[in-house]
């Protein structure tokens, strides 16, 4: 009698506090609707009357479908029943009615809305032509020009991105073409410095609230939720990037990308490791070198050049686009010679180097584009603008044809003869070298590599990384680069010389290189672990020492918080007056930020 007294009190308490849904077009109720045709009829219902009443359940409701969309993008449930034109109408009015916008919450609504056309149009081209079909572009577009926040420019750019690369929805996107065009290259260049100064570098206290919610759905601390405003402004730039290049694949728009500012810009856009798959500015600039104009405005953008000599001179993921970039730019004769002066003494290293992301005779390909027409300096009246360009087509064209013929009729005991001078030579070196005689260590290296034959790998991979040791002690960091990118290439991508990378990644920091020598850093720390084979392997404290510095370097927002530093170091204003100042000012801004458009 007493457990049935219990179980009756249980159930009365239960229906006091679970009443009964009488909204007939409560979306739960209608999710759990057992009979097919009457759920379909019901979230038809729901989706079409949701951008016309106020509900305070909007946001919980807008959350559920975009957990739904997260979790199954290809379902084409609710594509079919109206979703797209509800969150197209529910952006819109976010935008024209400041007042609803900020009641309730209805704050978040414009970011999962944005969120959920995105998802839905990320895949599926039937789903994306009913997205445009339903109105959505000028609602994102909306967003896209920074009418609310930040926040929802990155999911209104991800969602014009996926409809921008479908072929059937790209037209679509193009008729704004120019303003989202500029939209994107504005957004690409000023997204970190925006995430910056309107959420990192603003006290814990005074963010607004509903982008520290968004960004860690009110579970993260203070460190979880700057790393993800981090991740969130990596993939704002990174999306950015994505739309521009939809539109430069199909030589749209080529004359506004290639703004001489903007191309210095994007060649220093790492794309970040939040987002694998973006372009990232060397992907755009790879694209632009398939054109005509893209070519022409990048060979004459000194910066651009020299950042993609660095790169292809690196252990960066980008290595192989940023060689095929000067490739592009090499085989054009309208921009050849332009490119050569500054390209040829970071490609003569790479001559001999075999395979790259499983791409085969790389090394040939550089060869072939370096002495296309050498013939005509060599013999003729062709000359270079720098000497050292063509003291380093001279080099390669010694090393890959001149001296593979001259090898080719060695004897065998020539060849011996050989391998015995050059290791004399390098033991003279090494003495030399531990002697404190640099140069003439220098020297000894010199002329061992001189003899040694092209096919003795192991041996030169020492001499060139031997005399690049001698040259960081000589402080001259370009040599350094050069013979270790050398001893590199005749090493294999899968067990590449450690002792190179480390002393490349030296010479890379001493030039200022951050991104570059972080990259060598952490392959010679990869090699060491994996040639040590034990769970206990530590990392040498230079190493640890080195990273420290580069992932200080290149962290995302270090450039603007560095400019941010120094000048509140050069502004002096009373310390006291300044704290009340500054504190009014956010406390505005905040409250403009909440209605800003």
């Known amino acids: 009698m007493e457990s049935q007294s219990q179980k009756k009190s249980l159930d009365r308490i ?29 979230l038809a219902r729901c989706f079409k009357e949701m951008p016309l009443r106020d509900d305070q359940e909007h946001v919980l409701v807008l959350r559920g479908i975009w957990n739904i969309a997260m979790t199954q993008p290809d379902d084409p449930e609710f594509p079919s029943l109206g979703v797209f034109d509800c969150m197209g109408k529910l952006i819109q009015r976010a935008v024209n009615d400041k007042e609803w916008l900020l009641r309730d919450q209805n704050i978040y609504i414009p970011y999962y809305a944005a969120h959920v056309i995105g998802s839905y149009t990320m895949n599926k081209v039937q789903f994306a032509e009913k997205a445009v079909k339903s109105n959505v572009v000028l609602p994102l577009i909306e967003l896209l020009r920074g009418k ?23 037209e679509a996107i193009a008729e704004h073409e120019v303003e989202i065009i500029k939209l994107a290259m504005e957004i690409a260049c000023n997204c970190i410095k925006t995430v910056y100064r309107r959420f990192i570098g603003v006290k814990d206290s005074k963010r607004v609230k509903y982008h520290s919610d968004l960004l860690t759905t009110g579970l993260g601390d203070l460190e979880i939720e700057n790393r993800k405003a981090e991740e969130w402004a990596s993939q704002l730039q990174c999306w950015s990037l994505h739309l521009l290049n939809c539109f430069a694949c199909k030589g749209r728009s080529l004359n506004l990308i290639c703004n001489k500012h903007f ?10 490791l939040a987002n694998c798959a973006s372009p990232g500015g060397i992907g755009c600039i790879r694209t632009l070198c398939n054109f005509k104009t893209g070519r022409e405005s990048l060979a004459n953008s000194k910066e651009v050049i020299e950042i993609l000599c660095n790169i292809s001179r690196s252990s960066d993921d980008w290595q192989c686009m940023a060689i095929d970039c000067l490739l592009l730019l090499l085989k054009d004769t309208d921009t050849r010679y332009i490119v050569m002066n500054t390209a040829a003494l970071s490609l003569a290293d790479l001559v001999e180097l075999r395979s790259l992301n499983e791409r085969k005779k790389v090394g040939e390909a550089v060869t072939q584009a370096l002495l296309q027409d050498y013939h005509k300096i060599k013999y003729g009246d062709l000359k270079l603008s720098s000497q050292d360009a063509e003291r380093a087509l001279k080099e390669t064209w010694d090393l890959m044809v001149e001296r593979r013929k001259r090898e080719e009729l060695m004897s065998e005991e020539e060849l011996k003869e050989r391998k015995n001078l050059v290791g004399m030579l390098k033991q003279e070196g090494n003495k030399k070298f531990w002697s404190g005689h640099i140069e003439k260590a220098v020297t ?62 030296q010479a890379y920091d001493m030039k200022g290189l951050a991104k570059e020598s972080l990259m060598d850093c952490l392959m010679f720390i990869h090699g060491r672990m994996k040639a040590e084979k034990t769970k206990n392997a530590k990392i040498p404290y230079f190493a640890a020492r080195m990273i420290h510095k580069q992932m200080n370097a290149t962290w995302l927002f270090a450039t603007v918080a560095k400019s941010k530093d120094k000048h509140e170091a050069e502004v002096e204003k009373p310390k006291v007056l300044l704290e009340h100042r500054e504190d009014q000012c956010q406390v505005t801004e905040i409250k403009e930020r909440n209605g800003e458009w």
């Open 14 to 42: 239960s229906s006091v506090q679970e009443p009964a849904c009488t909204n007939p077009s409560c979306f739960f109720c209608t999710m759990n609707e057992q009979d097919p045709p009457l759920r379909k009829t019901k």
């Open 148 to 170: 609310i926040s930040w926040v929802e420019q990155r999911v209104a750019v991800r969602s014009l991105g996926h409809l921008a690369s479908h072929a059937r929805t790209f």
């Open 444 to 505: 000894r290296y010199t002329k061992a590599l001189d003899l040694c034959p092209t096919k003795m790998r192991k041996e030169r991979i020492v001499l060139y990384s031997n005399r690049a040791q001698g040259y960081l002690l000589l402080n001259n960091p370009e040599a350094v680069i050069s013979d270790t990118t050398r001893a590199l290439c005749l090493s294999t991508t899968a067990n590449p010389h450690r002792k190179s990378l480390w002393r490349r990644a």
């Open 263 to 272: 191309l210095k810009e994007l060649g220093g856009m790492w794309g970040g």
